[in-house]
């Protein structure tokens, strides 16, 4: 019988984490080429997206799609963009305890109509 610890369950699932990591900075510095280009190396991009990823995680976001949203806008907009005072309507659809897939779908939305009207 095979016999898997939870040791090497975490293991594994750290292995996975910096996988995916790694993949959204190969994500940034394609992408958000100049923004990746002001942040630095690729270790401060990877910092830069570890932080990102963790206030996505603190509001509940879990889907693989959702981080990388979370990230796009964190470029676009800046880190922690959501705390400051224009973005109040954004930091109020964060907070409204609904299914995070609801909440990503209200926030595009809402940049879509912005960004029509030339707001962003």
């Not at 190396?41 to 693989?64: H, I, K, P, Y």
């Not at 963009?81 to 909440?103: M, Q, S, T, Y």
Request: glycine share 8%; hydrophobic share 45%; charged share 25%.
């Amino acid at each position: 019988m095979l016999t898997i610890r939870s040791a090497q369950f975490a293991a594994f699932e750290n292995s996975l984490f910096d996988q995916f990591i790694e993949n959204l900075t190969d994500h940034v510095e394609t992408r958000w080429i100049a923004f990746a280009g002001a942040v630095g190396g690729r270790q401060e991009v990877q910092v830069l997206v570890r932080a990102s990823v963790a206030r996505a995680r603190a509001l509940g976001f879990r889907m693989r799609s959702h981080f990388y949203t979370w990230v796009d806008w964190e470029c676009e907009f800046g880190p922690a963009f959501h705390e400051k005072e224009e973005w109040g309507w954004c930091k109020a659809i964060l907070n409204n305890g609904l299914d995070p897939a609801i909440r990503v779908y209200r926030i595009e939305n809402r940049l879509r109509i912005l960004r029509g009207k030339g707001l962003l």
